[in-house]
């Protein structure tokens, strides 16, 4: 390669895919390092397979096709630059970000496990007879648990606090700080039905109202959660891609939503000794239970790909094309 490769203004039409041309995260280099190639005497400059069938497209001209499956070559350019995730604006700490993301998600799963798997079990003690004979392995409650859990997820909160996720970084501090609150309340609402049980509560008449105090918290941990992931996500093409990805924690909130409704309606149907009701409260609590964690489950997938994409962010277009031999 002779430099640097860039492209004349009226040349990038091939460059038209999902999104903008895809500005160098580097340094301007200065302009006589960096030729002026046209569109028909570029070649691919490095290794790069066709998205088609796997061909090694290197050395073959932009303008040309895959000698294996006739596919254009510059379509598997656009795929591998990807120039919508590199029209964004740049990331301070990419790796700190997707290293945080996932490791706030996979606590937000093992957290809300801890807290709604012991009482979704409930309906389970109609159909089965060993119920009564399962044990917690640990000697603290879940609930507790849980709250441990809530104080380890701060720690990739402040990975996500410690650098700006975007620049300008104002709206990012925003959202990290909503996620920090409702954490911080989430972890004080888990353990206060264990605290009040430690002082001789244990009506669910009563324990049921301090229980929910967890709901609004999370909710407010999700919301912050969801603008960091609103931000950071679109750097992955596999998350843009998925199907209801962006919209996944909407979906959780309003699981959290229904589950604290079937929790105070179990309770009251306990209390007023209404079987249909409490039945009906503790049946529905384990179904949304479960597509929670679900959701939950996908969250993590969906911040994987993130993280993914963070690590090893998709080429430069000057990474990939350079000017033909002779020069």
């Given at each position: 390669?002779?430099?640097?490769?860039?492209?004349?203004?009226?040349?990038?039409?091939?460059?038209?895919?999902?999104?903008?041309?895809?500005?160098?995260?580097?340094?301007?280099?200065?302009?006589?390092?960096?030729?002026?190639?046209?569109?028909?005497?570029?070649?691919?400059?490095?290794?790069?397979?066709?998205?088609?069938?796997?061909?090694?497209?290197?050395?073959?001209?932009?303008?040309?096709?895959?000698?294996?499956?006739?596919?254009?070559?510059?379509?598997?350019?656009?795929?591998?630059?990807?120039?919508?995730?590199?029209?964004?604006?740049?990331?301070?700490?990419?790796?700190?970000?997707?290293?945080?993301?996932?490791?706030?998600?996979?606590?937000?799963?093992?957290?809300?496990?801890?807290?709604?798997?012991?009482?979704?079990?409930?309906?389970?003690?109609?159909i089965t007879t060993s119920?009564?004979?399962?044990?917690?392995?640990l000697p603290l409650p879940?609930?507790?648990?849980?709250?441990?859990?809530?104080?380890?997820?701060?720690?990739?909160?402040?990975?996500?606090?410690?650098?700006?996720?975007?620049?300008?970084?104002?709206?990012?501090?925003?959202?990290?700080?909503?996620?920090?609150?409702?954490?911080?309340?989430?972890?004080?609402?888990?353990?206060?039905?264990?605290?009040?049980?430690?002082?001789?509560?244990?009506?669910?008449?009563?324990?049921?109202?301090?229980?929910?105090?967890?709901?609004?918290?999370?909710?407010?941990?999700?919301?912050?959660?969801?603008?960091?992931?609103?931000?950071?996500?679109?750097?992955?093409?596999?998350?843009?891609?998925?199907?209801?990805?962006?919209?996944?924690?909407?979906?959780?909130?309003?699981?959290?939503?229904?589950?604290?409704?079937?929790?105070?309606?179990?309770?009251?149907?306990?209390?007023?000794?209404?079987?249909?009701?409490?039945?009906?409260?503790?049946?529905?609590?384990?179904?949304?239970?479960?597509?929670?964690?679900?959701?939950?489950?996908?969250?993590?997938?969906?911040?994987?790909?993130?993280?993914?994409?963070?690590r090893k962010p998709p080429?430069?277009?000057?990474?990939?094309?350079?000017?033909?031999?002779?020069?």
């Open positions: 390669m002779c430099g640097r490769v860039e492209f004349r203004p009226d040349e990038q039409r091939w460059f038209a895919g999902p999104g903008p041309a895809a500005p160098s995260r580097s340094p301007e280099a200065p302009r006589g390092d960096r030729p002026i190639v046209s569109e028909r005497s570029a070649i691919i400059a490095a290794e790069l397979h066709c998205r088609g069938c796997g061909y090694d497209l290197k050395a073959l001209p932009l303008v040309g096709r895959c000698p294996e499956c006739g596919l254009a070559v510059v379509e598997t350019v656009t795929q591998a630059v990807d120039p919508e995730a590199s029209a964004l604006p740049r990331l301070r700490d990419p790796e700190g970000t997707g290293d945080g993301l996932l490791g706030l998600s996979i606590a937000y799963l093992l957290g809300a496990g801890l807290v709604i798997v012991p009482p979704a079990l409930g309906p389970l003690a109609l119920a009564s004979d399962m044990t917690w392995p879940p609930r507790a648990v849980a709250a441990l859990v809530g104080i380890a997820a701060l720690w990739w909160l402040w990975l996500l606090a410690r650098a700006p996720a975007e620049e300008p970084a104002r709206e990012a501090h925003r959202y990290v700080r909503r996620a920090v609150h409702g954490q911080l309340a989430w972890i004080v609402a888990v353990v206060l039905p264990v605290l009040a049980q430690g002082v001789g509560v244990t009506e669910r008449v009563f324990l049921s109202p301090i229980e929910l105090v967890a709901a609004p918290a999370a909710i407010l941990a999700l919301k912050g959660f969801s603008g960091v992931l609103g931000i950071v996500g679109l750097r992955s093409r596999a998350y843009r891609n998925a199907r209801g990805g962006r919209q996944s924690i909407d979906l959780l909130i309003w699981a959290i939503v229904i589950m604290a409704a079937c929790n105070l309606a179990n309770a009251i149907g306990e209390w007023r000794r209404i079987g249909l009701v409490e039945h009906l409260g503790s049946t529905l609590y384990a179904a949304v239970s479960l597509l929670l964690l679900v959701g939950l489950t996908y969250l993590v997938v969906n911040c994987w790909w993130i993280r993914t994409s963070l080429p430069r277009l000057d990474e990939l094309i350079g000017p033909a031999p002779s020069c």
